[in-house]
């Protein structure tokens, strides 16, 4: 039995939480992306998107939280090994963990476009008739 197996199903939650919490506490892109996150969730309730979009919104939000959550892993876990002697191996991991957030950004940036241009654009007709 491992000396880090959880007990109970209780205490993999409470240990998911802590690791969620010192992520958002000690990370600062982990912050911005839920502030974002919780900006652009306020912003989809204020241009009433449907379930679905709210859905697809929060797919893409999760995406990037997800993808900035196991960066940060991967940098805890390089780092530790590594320390500050160099290394290429430590480097390039480091690298493609920064690629997989900026692709999850990417990609929620494009499904942000997707839903918030047509309701923005119909908000503006609605402001500005005819002109």
Known sequence: ??????????????????GIFVAIKSQRNVRTGFYIGLVVIFSAVLLEFSAIEVALTLIAISFVVFA???????????????GDQHSEIAKVSKDIAAGTVLFAIFNAGVVGLLLFMPKIASQIKVLLPAI
Do not use: G, Q, W
């Open 1 to 18: 039995m491992s000396k880090y197996r959880n007990r109970t199903t209780l205490s993999s939650f409470k240990y998911a939480l802590r």
């Open 68 to 82: 900035e959550l196991i960066n940060t892993t991967i940098e805890y876990v390089v780092d530790t090994y590594f």
